[in-house]
């Protein structure tokens, strides 16, 4: 049992930040100034970036058990505000010059974000819940996830003797590719809630009992290539 004159304040709150940077890079080149115009050659650039990212909070500010008088306001907050922030890059060179041929360069960037748990501010069990003031029992959810993320790829062919080569294909080939997946728990793992429970309240002011998510994705993905046969 608890008897208080004063404010009575109950709270939780999450910021958590998970921050993730991940980058590939990959360049070949050849050169070659021989005069063999049966020269063959390949040269292949592979890059690629994976980014893997979860974060599972679960916030709770309550009351359970507690028989409570208070001649001022009683306040019951539960708040998150946590963050992923993901960049995920890829990029691939490939060229060659010189009578050779076959230049291949392929960049790929993967991204998969997942924000989930619980924000819940209640009372439960108590009895009775005398509040002079008013009585407000809130929870809040404003977790974020912001992904970026790209792949990229150029490939450069440029030889001699190209009367040589004439109705032959040399190649040159340029992949660029970036996904994102992202995603904000699901109905059974990711809830917000304010709730009175087996409890009777009586206040001389307002009660206020509110719950609201404000979860928010804000996502990039690109992808670009470009061959010069030259």
Known sequence: NLSLSDQVTVSANTDLSVFALSAGVSVVAETSTGGNQSSTSLNVSVAGSLSFNT??????AYLETVTLESSDDVTIAANDESTIQSITLAGAGAGTTGSGGTTVALAGSISSNT???????Y???????????????????????????????????????????????????????SQATNAIGDDTTYTVQAYISQTDVTAQGDVTVAASSTAT?????MGGSASVDA
């Open 115 to 121: 924000v989930d748990g619980t924000t819940e501010a």
């Open 55 to 60: 974060l599972e909070t679960n916030t709770r």
């Open 217 to 221: 994705i804000d996502a990039l993905a």
């Open 123 to 177: 009372i439960s069990d108590s009895g009775d819940l005398q509040v002079g003031g008013a009585h407000s029992l809130t929870a809040n959810d404003s977790k974020s996830i912001e992904a970026d993320g790209g792949g990229f790829a150029l490939a450069i062919e440029a030889g001699k003797g190209r009367a040589a080569t004439k109705g032959k294909s040399l190649g040159t080939v340029a992949v660029g590719a």
